[in-house]
């Protein structure tokens, strides 16, 4: 009796937890819009992740360079760097609707065409950076759009809710697309993950077709494009919580976060585990990511937040450092795990943090610069590391880049207490707009 007792409370505390967790996930889920856009989005991202994968490993087996993986990622990332003002501007002026569903026609064709190419043995390194080069262009247009978008469908209370589940389901994706393709790639071939992929932009295509009610434009008058982007450029760079997280991400980025785009020479040539260890490198990133956005998805409010952000960039940059000081595959995995769950946690509380203080006027260009700095920095990361690899491997280069990752959140940490408040402060009154849909059936 004693025993049930002194169990009781522990119930108690998990069923408060569970119920938290729950409060958590209603505000969101009860945007009619949003419940449709995670089901497309959700189907869509297990895609993108089968795709990325098996674009990782048809370029290790055509090449067996670490260069080659370096250069893939720019091609699929770094467009972003030149199109992010346009695509920024075309997320404040036009229908973030429409150019999502452009998008995923043409990363649906891109798709279809590197199956044909496979299956025909056509394929070589050139048609697969050519191809991925095409869908880096076509995402840089749509990650501003996607991101901007979520504002539109939710309400600012509702915010930092929606984005930790769209980080569950972005790295449950990432969890679940490597173990599909692990599987497809083995048992069938490498082209038929990319016809896997072709059928999951129909269904995300599909989906978007039926939202409702999303607003056309956030007000932004027409302007010079250029003009328009220095405009946000400026005022990220004079707004003194903004500046100093969007500086401490693109070093950061760049200096550890593009390991993952390295996972197949890892996997390869570092653990000897082939594409079975890929996909469970890949697979334990998301498992942790989903963990993280879990625990996310428990912590309501904006108080507090950049110091977690801040404390779970150091955490990315030591146990990555851990990650590329050993040579043994499981005992590597925990440490990728660690490394899944921060990168979820820092990533999605910058997100809400930003989205949170920036003015509605200015959300679609300055999601952008994040976007870019988002895709870009761990490109630019795997091909400085898959470059020095050819000489010195991949180990040494990427433990440089966690010392130094180290070092600067040491420094950002020290402004914590001034950046904090910028961050933090209650949000504006979101558009009215929002609230009729949230009533729509």
């Not at 991101?147 to 509702?158: G, Y």
Request: glycine share 8%; with cysteine.
């Amino acid at each position: 009796m004693r025993r049930i007792i002194g169990i009781l409370p522990l119930l108690a505390s998990d069923h408060l937890h569970l119920a938290s967790w729950f409060g958590n996930v209603a505000p969101a889920f009860a945007h009619r819009n949003y419940r449709i856009y995670v089901s497309g989005n959700a189907v869509g991202l297990i895609g993108t992740w089968l795709q990325r994968v098996s674009v990782g490993w048809l370029a290790w087996t055509l090449t067996h360079s670490g260069a080659w993986l370096g250069i893939m990622s720019m091609a699929e990332f770094f467009p972003v760097v030149f199109l992010s003002p346009l695509a920024g501007v075309l997320a404040d002026r036009r229908n973030q609707v429409s150019v999502i569903r452009a998008t995923q026609i043409i990363g649906g064709v891109q798709a279809s065409l590197l199956a044909i190419l496979v299956y025909t043995d056509a394929i070589t390194i050139e048609w697969l950076l050519a191809l991925t080069l095409l869908l880096g262009i076509t995402n840089s247009f749509a990650q501003p759009s996607r991101m901007a978008l979520i504002s539109n469908l939710v309400d600012r209370p509702a915010l930092p809710s929606a984005l930790a589940i769209n980080s569950i389901v972005f790295n449950s994706a990432r969890f679940i697309g490597p173990a599909i393709a692990g599987i497809v790639i083995a048992q069938v071939s490498v082209g038929a993950a990319f016809a896997l992929n072709a059928a999951t932009y129909v269904w995300f295509f599909a989906t978007m077709t039926r939202l409702r009610r999303v607003a056309a434009m956030s007000g932004m008058a027409p302007r010079n494009v250029l003009k328009a982007s220095a405009e946000a450029y400026l005022y990220v760079s004079r707004h003194p919580g903004i500046a100093p997280m969007l500086m401490l991400f693109t070093i950061t980025t760049i200096a550890t976060r593009g390991y993952v785009e390295l996972f197949p020479g890892f996997a390869d040539d570092v653990f000897q585990r082939g594409a079975a260890g890929l996909s469970v490198l890949v697979s334990t990133v998301g498992l942790g990511a989903i963990c993280g956005g879990a625990w996310m998805l428990r912590r309501p409010g904006l108080t507090g937040l950049t110091s977690v952000v801040l404390g779970n960039t150091l955490v990315i940059s030591l146990a990555i450092l851990a990650f590329a000081a050993t040579d043994r595959f499981y005992v590597a995995l925990p440490f990728v795990f660690v490394a899944g769950a921060a990168m979820v946690i820092t990533g999605v509380g910058a997100q809400t943090l930003i989205q949170a203080s920036v003015e509605p006027q200015m959300r679609g260009r300055v999601m952008a610069l994040y976007g870019m700095i988002f895709r870009a920095g761990p490109a630019l990361g795997a091909l400085l590391i898959g470059s020095l690899s050819e000489r010195f491997g991949l180990r040494l280069p990427l433990a440089i880049g966690a010392v130094i990752s180290v070092a600067v959140c040491a420094l950002t940490w020290a402004r914590q207490r001034r950046v904090a408040p910028y961050l933090e402060s209650e949000p504006p009154a979101h558009a009215p707009a929002v609230a009729a849909e949230k009533r729509a059936p």
